[in-house]
């Protein structure tokens, strides 16, 4: 998938949110397929307006047209 300092990128899991809404875990955090995403992550989304939580999934908001 690539290396952890790509992981941490906002984009990374922007695009991840693209093919897929994000799941909440039983146990905590986050899950894209078997992958988990820590909550710390899910939290910067939110905070700067590029996700938002709905139920039990997280997905990627629509950007206004001119944004970027």
């Known amino acids: 998938?690539?290396?952890?300092?790509n992981q941490q990128h906002p984009g990374y899991f922007l695009r991840l949110l693209k093919f897929s809404?994000?799941?909440r875990a039983p146990r905590g955090g986050w899950r894209f397929g078997?992958?988990?995403?820590?909550?710390?992550v899910v939290a910067r989304?939110?905070?700067?307006?590029?996700?938002e939580i709905r139920g039990e999934q997280l997905i990627a908001c629509q950007r206004q047209e001119g944004e970027r």
């Open 21 to 23: 809404p994000f799941e």
């Open 45 to 51: 989304l939110v905070a700067s307006g590029r996700a």
């Open 34 to 40: 078997t992958r988990r995403i820590g909550d710390a």
């Open 1 to 5: 998938m690539g290396t952890r300092a």
